[in-house]
T-cell receptor
Framework: DSGVTQTPKHLITATGQRVTLRCSPR?????VYWYQQSLDQGLQFLIQ???????AKGNILERFSAQQFPDLHSELNLSSLELGDSALYFC??????????????FGPGTRLTVT | GNSVTQMEGPVTLSEEAFLTINCTYT??????LFWYVQYPGEGLQLLLK?????DKGSNKGFEATYRKETTSFHLEKGSVQVSDSAVYFC????????FGAGTRLTVKP
């Protein structure tokens, strides 16, 4: 158990809909990262928040957005969903914003299926 | 840009065989290098890391050495077990984390 929790575990929705994925980081961790894992694209970094502020952006679509709240939990919002958005979405957390030195702890993931 | 290339799988080995999974990288600056492992139905877990050239990371019998001259960070284990069956990801970090495509390892008894 990494200490990172993600809800829901599974989500099935229709094209065009909007969903919210939730992540609670490990106790004491200030950074939250979101990743998308799909069969054709592998594991892709989406976005990082540190202590409530956006710190780094990866291959995140404009239809996707995220935020980190004062209690440090984070939400990833996916809108106007397309079939290609079906994937595993992972959240990870670490103590600092510096990715080079500190381990990232991954949650179990949310499997999103868009039909 | 920064990227990681790792050998394609799947890799199937018999128990107690020697394992090598190749990983090479391209990076500007001085990256830290990582191996993560993903067991079925779980998130990624850090297996080992190295933060500078010639560093060797090791954990649970796995080893990898940061080779700047060959831009490589190959994962090795001398004797694999069935419980090592998983997907292994090589990753680098300069400003953000970049992962390789993953290599699925299956170890048969």
């Amino acid at each position: 158990d990494s200490g990172v929790t993600q809800t829901p575990k599974h989500l099935i929705t229709a094209t065009g809909q909007r969903v919210t994925l939730r992540c609670s980081p490990r106790s004491g961790d200030l950074s939250v990262y979101w990743y998308q894992q799909s069969l054709d694209q592998g594991l892709q970094f989406l976005i990082q928040y540190y202590n409530g502020e956006e710190r780094a952006k990866g291959n995140i679509l404009e239809r996707f957005s995220a935020q980190q709240f004062p209690d440090l939990h984070s939400e990833l919002n996916l809108s106007s969903l397309e079939l290609g958005d079906s994937a595993l979405y992972f959240c990870a957390s670490s103590f600092t914003s510096v990715t080079s030195s500190y381990e990232q702890y991954f949650g179990p993931g949310t499997r999103l299926t868009v039909t | 840009g920064n990227s990681v290339t790792q050998m394609e799988g799947p890799v199937t080995l018999s128990e107690e065989a020697f394992l090598t999974i190749n990983c090479t990288y391209t990076a500007t600056g001085y990256p830290s290098l990582f191996w993560y492992v993903q067991y079925p139905g779980e998130g990624l877990q850090l297996l080992l890391k190295a933060t500078k050239a010639d560093d060797k990371g090791s954990n649970k019998g796995f080893e990898a050495t940061y080779r700047k001259e060959t831009t490589s960070f190959h994962l090795e284990k001398g004797s694999v077990q069935v419980s090592d069956s998983a997907v292994y990801f090589c990753a680098l970090s300069v400003n953000d984390m970049r992962f390789g495509a993953g290599t699925r390892l299956t170890v048969k008894p």
